[in-house]
Antibody
Framework: QITLKESGPTLVKPTQTLTLTCTFS??????????VGWIRQPPGKALEWLAL???????DYSPSLKSRLTITKDTSKNQVVLTLTNIDPVDTATYFC????????????WGQGTLVTVSS | QSALTQPASVSGSPGQSITISCTKT?????????VSWYQHHPGKAPKVMIY???NRPSGVSNRFSGSKSGNTASLTISGLRAEDEADYYC????????????FGSGTKVTVL
């Protein structure tokens, strides 16, 4: 059974760097076909895809946020880390991590999300 | 504004059928052949209900069905139940753009 759980700060000050961790079980990111992505949802707004990392360390980023995002994986810890630099109040959102079984075109398992508020 | 437009809300009585539309409004979405639908009960993990326009993952009730016509994809829920009350999001995947995943604006389904 695949599970994912997001963790990180609940409150971040503007201009700081946000670091979020996705800890997962039920699969290994060293196995071909597995990928983990991040998606966020600002309060009352639509979901927004942010980034994806695959078993072979290939990475994809949302073009609008690419300059501020970094996604990495720690296979030994079963974790994926997302960093977002120069954070702003518009980055206030619930951040989800989710699993993708390549080449399927959808996210088959999601975490419950973690709410991050950006405020001074 | 999302490149995939959904109605803000849809409601129905138990046992009825409802349909949620998802209209492509931007070329960022690509060819719109890989449409998926997610059910989200607030505070819980989103769940995929339909993938590749019309396919149901194992374990998803056959009361959920997907279709597409032109630039509009649809999710139909038949035999509406109280537990179907949730937010529903469509999503499109494409490799013709670097914006690989686009999500719809979301639809709140209310069971009256």
């Amino acid at each position: 059974q695949i599970t994912l759980k997001e963790s990180g700060p609940t409150l971040v000050k503007p201009t700081q760097t946000l670091t979020l961790t996705c800890t997962f079980s039920g699969f290994s990111l060293s196995s071909k076909t597995d990928g983990v992505g991040w998606i966020r949802q600002p309060p009352g707004k639509a979901l927004e895809w942010l980034a994806l990392i695959y078993w072979n360390d290939d990475k994809d980023y949302s073009p609008s946020l690419k300059s501020r995002l970094t996604i990495t994986k720690d296979t030994s810890k079963n974790q994926v880390v997302l960093t977002l630099t120069n954070i702003d109040p518009v980055d206030t959102a619930t951040y989800f991590c989710a699993h993708r079984t390549w080449p399927a075109a959808y996210f088959d398992y999601w975490g419950q999300g973690t709410l991050v508020t950006v405020s001074s | 504004q999302s490149a995939l437009t959904q109605p803000a809300s849809v409601s129905g009585s138990p046992g009825q059928s409802i349909t949620i539309s998802c209209t492509k409004t931007s070329s960022d979405v690509g060819d719109f052949n890989y449409v998926s639908w997610y059910q989200h009960h607030p505070g819980k993990a989103p769940k995929v209900m339909i993938y590749d326009v019309r396919n149901r993952p194992s374990g998803v009730s056959n009361r959920f069905s997907g279709s597409k016509s032109g630039n509009t994809a649809s999710l139909t829920i038949s035999g509406l139940r109280a537990e179907d009350e949730a937010d529903y999001y469509c999503s499109s995947y494409t490799t013709s753009s670097t914006l690989f995943y686009v999500f719809g604006s979301g639809t709140k389904v209310t069971v009256l």
